[in-house]
């Protein structure tokens, strides 16, 4: 089992169109005018100023696994048909855990005491968006280095609490990476805080295989 990898800093591209999405923009079906445009704009880059992310990943081989259980080289068994099916054949997963920082978590709950529902909507979609792209960005750095060895992570990545992958299992991973040195906390039903913070599993696969290709995303 590899160390740890800690990423103090993420820098990504900002996932405009994932945003207005998010907050229910339909390119050729919404309608906005520009004044409202340019203000949730404004509220975009504001929301930019207070996320800070941060993550972790770690490489782990599979001792072994069965159609509902996987098993880690360090005693840790995962039970989850589902997850089982995303891994298929793989040898190897990677763990990895983010977070978009305390700041825009205390902006967006004082825009809701203040009744500031717009711009702390904006806020809650810009948080959410950017740290789902920050695990986007982890699994990009692994695979930079995967490549060297003719594998890659799965397509697809599974969450605690999704599916049958019950949500107590991200305890294990939050354990394992050792999120509390990137400012994460969790508590006693299993949840992180700050609250844009995230986890997932992905398989190492031969880069010639289709493992994952069909299970379900996070």
């Not at 906005?32 to 949730?40: H, M, R, V």
């Not at 711009?119 to 280095?145: C, H, K, P, Q, T």
């Not at 031969?206 to 493992?211: G, K, L, N």
């Amino acid at each position: 089992m590899k160390s740890v990898i800690f990423f103090d800093s993420i820098n990504i591209s900002v996932p405009g169109r994932e945003i207005f999405r998010r907050l229910g923009y339909r390119k050729g079906i919404t309608r906005i005018g520009e004044d409202q445009k340019e203000l949730i704009e404004d509220y975009i880059e504001y929301a930019l100023s207070l996320i800070h992310l941060r993550g972790a990943g770690r490489r782990i081989s599979i001792k072994e696994k069965s159609f509902s259980n996987i098993v880690l080289s360090n005693g840790i068994a995962f039970k989850s048909k589902g997850l089982s099916k995303m891994i298929g054949d793989c040898e190897e997963i990677i763990l990895m855990g983010a977070t978009a920082g305390d700041d825009v978590i205390e902006s967006i709950r004082g825009d809701t005491e203040a009744n500031q529902l717009a711009r702390g909507v904006v806020l809650d979609a810009v948080a959410s968006e950017m740290v789902d792209a920050s695990l986007d960005w982890i699994v990009d750095y692994f695979n930079r280095d995967l490549r060297r060895e003719n594998k890659r992570l799965t397509k697809n990545r599974f969450s605690a609490g999704y599916g049958d992958f019950i949500l107590e299992n991200q305890k294990v991973i939050y354990d394992i990476l050792q999120l509390e040195r990137i400012g994460i906390q969790i508590n006693e039903n299993y949840i992180l805080t700050p609250e844009k913070s995230v986890t997932a599993v992905a398989g190492i696969q031969s880069r010639f295989s289709d493992t994952g290709r069909e299970s379900e995303s996070e």
